[in-house]
């Protein structure tokens, strides 16, 4: 039975990746010790530096979506790393939040490059999304708009995170690079989000064993 809209969500298509932006609150977290007292602080203080209050609430939202997600040991090394890093985990809290981009990249994504073809064209796209929206009904009752935000803001983040890479005029798909501490808290969490760092399930049957 398709899975209802309301667990499927594509709220990540208000907000880019914003790894520098991730890093503040997820250090107000650990400087606060709750999430509502770190939502107040944030806001408070316009600490994401939002132009107006609307904007601050709604950015506020989607990363406090996110970094839910994760681990505290993870939340405390996105709240003091260096922005490569703090990239990584982002994209992490993103995988664990959004599973329309975790199918995405773990499954698009990873057999491309299993099948030594890393040129990612318009048709994988299209042919994905409209996969998701047989499972999914309501994909297709997106506006165009809407449709075109989406894929905009799931492509700026494989950008961002080094998964998308330009070649010549098109893009290519290649393993982003993983900071050996973002790879230990990941392992210790659960290897499977490493499918959305392209990792191969030959590697993940080796990391399981």
Same mark, same amino acid.
């Given at each position: 039975? !398709?899975?209802?809209?309301?667990?499927?969500?594509?709220?990540?298509?208000?907000?880019?990746?914003? !790894?520098?932006?991730?890093?503040?609150?997820?250090?107000?977290?650990?400087?606060?010790?709750?999430?509502?007292?770190?939502?107040?602080?944030?806001?408070?203080?316009?600490?994401?530096?939002?132009?107006?209050?609307?904007?601050?609430?709604?950015?506020?939202?989607?990363?406090?979506?996110?970094?839910?997600?994760?681990?505290?040991?993870?939340?405390?090394?996105?709240?003091?790393? !260096?922005?490569?890093?703090?990239?990584?985990?982002?994209?992490?809290?993103?995988?664990?939040?959004?599973?329309?981009?975790?199918?995405?990249?773990?499954?698009?994504?990873?057999?491309?490059?299993?099948?030594?073809?890393?040129?990612?064209?318009?048709?994988?796209?299209?042919?994905?999304?409209?996969?998701?929206?047989?499972?999914?009904?309501?994909?297709?009752?997106?506006?165009?708009?809407?449709k075109v935000k989406i894929r905009s803001?799931?492509?700026?983040?494989?950008?961002?995170?080094?998964?998308?890479?330009?070649l010549a005029k098109e893009e290519a798909?290649?393993? !982003?690079?993983?900071?050996?501490?973002?790879?230990?808290?990941?392992?210790?969490?659960?290897?499977?989000?490493?499918?959305?760092?392209?990792?191969?399930?030959?590697?993940?049957?080796?990391?399981?064993?």
């Open positions: 039975m !398709p899975s209802p809209v309301h667990v499927y969500p594509l709220g990540f298509a208000s907000l880019a990746l914003r !790894p520098e932006l991730a890093r503040i609150v997820a250090h107000a977290l650990l400087s606060h010790g709750d999430w509502a007292t770190t939502k107040r602080h944030v806001l408070s203080t316009n600490a994401l530096q939002a132009r107006t209050a609307s904007t601050a609430k709604r950015i506020e939202q989607e990363l406090r979506r996110r970094l839910q997600s994760l681990t505290r040991s993870q939340l405390e090394l996105l709240a003091s790393a !260096p922005l490569d890093t703090c990239s990584a985990l982002a994209w992490l809290a993103v995988l664990k939040t959004t599973p329309f981009i975790l199918a995405f990249t773990a499954n698009v994504l990873r057999d491309k490059l299993d099948a030594s073809d890393p040129v990612l064209r318009p048709s994988d796209y299209e042919n994905f999304f409209a996969s998701q929206a047989i499972a999914h009904p309501a994909l297709q009752q997106r506006t165009p708009q809407t803001v799931l492509f700026s983040m494989l950008r961002d995170v080094g998964i998308l890479v330009p798909v290649q393993r !982003p690079p993983l900071p050996e501490e973002v790879r230990t808290c990941i392992l210790k969490d659960n290897p499977r989000w490493l499918a959305g760092f392209l990792v191969s399930d030959a590697e993940l049957c080796t990391m399981h064993g």
